[in-house]
């Protein structure tokens, strides 16, 4: 059984940089075909997809957050990292990792093959 767990700071000042590390066990982050994602959810909002890691490496990222998102791996420890910079209180949010066995954008967690609980980080000064 796949699991993922997210870690990172839960606290970030403004315009400081958002950095968490989602870490996969039960399986391997190479695993051909897959992909590894992250997604947050504002209070009081939906889900918003933010971009994603393929086995291969390739990343992709949602348009409206391209140019502040970074994804990356470590294959040596099974992890990939989720880096964004200049926070705003905007980016104040649960922070989920997500795989599915194709690059994909669910409406809900539960539509992922698997997921972490997610983690709670709050921007704030």
């Known amino acids: 059984q796949v699991q993922l767990q997210e870690s990172g700071p839960g606290l970030v000042k403004p315009s400081q940089t958002l950095s968490l590390t989602c870490t996969v066990s039960?399986?391997?982050?190479?695993?051909?075909?897959?992909?590894w994602s992250w997604i947050r959810q504002p209070p009081g909002k939906g889900l918003e997809w933010m971009g994603v890691i393929a086995y291969d490496g390739s990343t992709y990222y949602s348009p409206s957050l391209k140019s502040r998102t970074s994804i990356s791996r470590d294959t040596s420890k099974n992890q990939f990292s989720l880096q964004l910079i200049s926070v705003t209180s905007e980016d104040t949010a649960v922070y989920y990792c997500?795989?599915?066995?194709?690059?994909?954008?669910?409406?809900?967690?539960?539509?992922?093959?698997?997921w972490g609980q997610g983690t709670q980080v709050t921007v704030s000064s």
């Open positions: 039960g399986g391997s982050i190479t695993t051909r075909h897959y992909a």
């Open positions: 997500a795989a599915d066995r194709t690059i994909v954008v669910h409406t809900t967690l539960d539509e992922y093959d698997y």
